[in-house]
C-alpha cells in the first residue's frame, strides 16, 4: 500500500472492540469493586481484563503495523518533542500510529493492569480460598494485606491513569481538533501513513479473544460455581461432623461456624451458657457432658485452627479483646459500616447476629462473598 494524506484506516474493528473492552472491563470493575454484592461481577470482569491484556500483549508482536511495540515511539526526545509541540501549539501532524504519548501510555497500562489482574488472581486464591489458585490459600494467607494493598492502590493509580488519558484524548479533540476520539470509533484517522492491513490469520486470532471474554463473563456468572470461582473449602455437613453440635446448637439459631470465632471467645460462651445472650440453657437444655464434647469439637476448629479470611481477619482485628460476639469485633464493624442500622433492624434480618439472611449458606460451613445478598426490599 501506498504512503496517502488524508483519511487513513489505522485501528481495525477488532482493534476497536479490544480497546474499548479493555477500557470498560477496567472502569466497570473499578466500579465494582466498591458495590458490596458485585463480587461476583468483580470477578468476571477481571478475568477479561486480564485476556484482553494478555491478547494485547500479545498483539504487539504479532500484530499489523501500528499496533506492535516496535513502532511505538518510546525515546525520552520524542516524548519531550510531543509535548513542546503539542503545548505550544505548532504540531498540527497527525501520527498514524501511536505518538509517543500514547505509546507511553499504553506500555504503563499494561504493566500496572497485568499487576492488577495477577495480584486480583492471587488475592482470590489466597484471601478468599477461590479459584485456581486457592491452593496457596494455606501457605500465604498472612500476605494477603500485602496483595490487597498492592491490588488496590494499583488500580487507584491506573484509575487516575485513565483520567489523564481520557483529558489527553479530549484535549486533541476539541483543541488540536485532531478527531482523536473519532478514530477509535471508525477506525479514520486524518494523518499521513499506510491503511491498515489485516490477514486472516489476525482476525481469527483477535475475534478468537474478544469471544473467549465474552464467553467466560458468561460462564462466570451463569455457573454459582465454576474452577474459576470454586471455593476451596466446601460445604460443612455440621450433623455429620458433630451431631450433639448440630442438634442442640440450631435450636434456636441456624449453626454458627465454628472458625468464625477464637478459642477463648467460644470458652466464655460455654461458661456463659446460663445467660446465652439472653436465653437460659442449662445441663437440662444440654448436658455436661454433651457440653464438653461440642466445646471440644468447636475448639479443634476454631479461628485459630482456621486459614480463612473470616479467621484470621477477625482474629487480627481482635487483638486481646475476646467477645462473645463476632459483631463486637473491628473487622465485623468496618465491613458492615455502610449497611444502614434499619437493615439490620428490619423484620427480615432482625438481628446484626442473623448472618444468615445476608450470607448465604454459612450455617454450612461457607462463607463467600459472591453469596452475600442485602434483602431489597428493606434496603
Ligand atoms: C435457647 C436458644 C439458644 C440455643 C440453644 C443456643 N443459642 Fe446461641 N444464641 C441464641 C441467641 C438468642 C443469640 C443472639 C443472636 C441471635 O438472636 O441469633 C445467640 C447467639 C450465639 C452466638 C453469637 C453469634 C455472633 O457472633 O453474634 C454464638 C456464637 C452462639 N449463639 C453459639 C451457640 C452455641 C455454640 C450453641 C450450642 C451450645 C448455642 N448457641 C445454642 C440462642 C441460643
Ligand atoms: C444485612 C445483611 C448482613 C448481615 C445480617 C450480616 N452481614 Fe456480613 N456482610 C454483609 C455485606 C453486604 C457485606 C459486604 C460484602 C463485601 O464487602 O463484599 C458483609 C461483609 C462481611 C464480612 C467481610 C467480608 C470481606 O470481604 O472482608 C464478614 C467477615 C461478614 N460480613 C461476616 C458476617 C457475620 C459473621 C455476620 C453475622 C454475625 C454477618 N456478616 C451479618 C451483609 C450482612
Known sequence: ?????????????????IHWIIA?????????SFCDDKFKLHIA???????????????????????????????FKELKYYFVEKMEDRWRKIHAGHNAASSWFTIIVLFLGYIIVMSGMLLYGIQEASGVFAWLNE??????????ALHKYISYILFFWAIIHVLGVLVEQFYHKTDMVLAMITGYKNCEGKDTKMSQTRNIFAYSAIFLSVGVLYFVLSHEESFLTKNKFGTIDFQKENVLFYDKCSKCHKI??????????WMKIFDGLENHFGEKIT????????????????????????TRKISFKTLDSLGDMRPLSITKSP?????????????????????????FVCHQHFEDGIFDNTLVRIPRDVK
Open 1 to 17: 500500500m501506498n504512503k496517502k494524506i488524508g483519511k487513513v484506516f489505522v485501528w481495525p474493528l477488532c482493534t476497536r472492540i
Open 139 to 148: 501457605y500465604y494467607y498472612r500476605h494477603s494485606y500485602m496483595l490487597l
Open 283 to 306: 445441663e437440662n437444655n444440654i448436658s455436661n457432658i454433651d457440653q464438653d464434647s461440642i466445646k471440644t469439637y468447636i475448639l479443634a476448629n476454631s479461628a485459630e485452627n482456621s
Open 24 to 32: 470498560t472491563s477496567f472502569i466497570l470493575s473499578f466500579i465494582t
Open 331 to 355: 473487622y465485623w464493624r468496618e465491613a458492615h459500616k455502610n449497611i444502614d442500622n434499619t437493615v439490620f433492624k428490619s423484620s427480615i434480618v432482625k438481628d446484626k447476629s442473623n448472618c
Open 256 to 265: 454458627y461456624p465454628p472458625f468464625m470465632l477464637p478459642n477463648d471467645s
Open 45 to 75: 470482569l477481571g478475568f477479561i481484563f486480564g485476556i484482553v491484556l494478555t491478547f494485547r500483549i500479545i498483539w504487539g508482536f504479532v500484530g499489523p503495523s501500528y499496533a506492535t511495540f516496535d513502532t511505538f515511539k518510546l525515546k
